[in-house]
């Protein structure tokens, strides 16, 4: 009994269900985005995991009182609207770029964490950070200048609009790092995915026509994007936290491109540029130099 009770919690398998389920989200979304528009897609998304996260937290705290406080209610709509804001841009930078492209740019969000972190939270910052910066910098800028020399359409908005997708995460994590002690992950989830399904509901309704039928196969991309990506990973990711440092975790969300680049090759046939290898190196190697620098560096 105690055996299968630790591998079912070992940190190491949290880790591999976490990455394996949430490098499944760019191709789901590419798979969806024929029939959707992105925001769409991403109200979708959010719309059922939000429905799951409650029910979630029904399910863990029956016959419980669920503590909540008024202070919490700003930093929770913020939570939301930031969330809301990272996976309509990620959407719309996977309609514009490709999978690759998009994904690796994205995964630098811990950089902004980093560099943001000594005036938000106060706290210091590595000198080999820095480093790290550089080289994912250099990386961003092959791909951005580089990238399109093959093709008439220009990739830069696609790539810009998935960098911002990576500010607007970073300051999702941020905020959640300061909430992270005061309340639980399913009331924090249920709270934060719900207010980001209401600010992408309402801008579905005044930017585009409304809300449209999608052919049934489509509401299944949306549900498994819902209950793989976003709820299985991100909870096995949300538990491996509580058992394994924050860098760690941090370091093994590096393998999400090489995952994501694998499943895309496998069901999309959608190949890698010598560029985008060469950039999500750079961008890889940064990021690990980045965040396997020691706070004692600094």
């Known amino acids: 009994m105690t055996d299968k009770t630790d591998r079912k919690n070992s940190p190491n398998l949290l880790l ?17 985005l024929p029939f959707a528009s992105p925001l769409a897609v991403a109200f979708y998304r959010l719309f059922f ?123 999702y994590l941020l905020v959640g790092r300061k909430l992270a002690d005061k309340m639980s992950t399913e009331l924090y989830v249920s709270a934060v995915y719900s207010v980001a399904a209401v600010v992408l509901g309402v801008l579905l309704l005044v930017i585009e026509t409304g809300y449209q039928t999608y052919p049934p196969k489509v509401y299944l991309y949306f549900l ?32 999400e491109p090489i995952g994501s680049s694998i499943l895309v090759i496998l069901f999309l046939k959608e190949l890698p540029t010598a560029v985008e290898i060469a950039g999500g190196i750079l961008i890889l190697i940064g990021l690990f130099i980045a965040l396997s620098a020691h706070s004692n560096e600094a």
């Open 16 to 32: 591999i269900v976490g990455i394996l389920a949430v490098s499944t989200a760019a191709i789901l979304i590419k798979l969806a």
């Open 224 to 255: 498994l994007m819902a209950l793989i990506p976003q709820t299985l990973g991100h909870t096995s990711l949300n538990k491996a936290l509580k058992l394994l440092p924050a860098r760690t975790v941090s370091l093994a969300l590096l393998f």
């Open 49 to 171: 995991s939000a429905i799951i996260a409650i029910l979630v937290l029904v399910i863990s705290n029956r016959g419980q009182r669920l503590k909540f406080k008024r202070e919490w209610i700003g930093l929770l709509l913020l939570s939301g609207v930031l969330l809301a804001a990272h996976f309509a841009l990620w959407t719309w930078s996977l309609d514009l770029v490709s999978v690759n492209s998009s994904v690796i740019f994205t995964t630098t969000s811990p950089l902004w964490v980093g560099l943001l972190s000594p005036l938000i939270l106060k706290e210091k910052v590595p000198k080999r950070f820095f480093s790290g910066v550089l080289f994912a910098l250099v990386g961003g800028i092959l791909i951005a200048i580089l990238g399109n020399s093959n093709s008439e359409k220009s990739t830069l908005p696609g790539l810009f609009t998935a960098l911002l997708s990576a500010w607007m995460v970073a300051g």
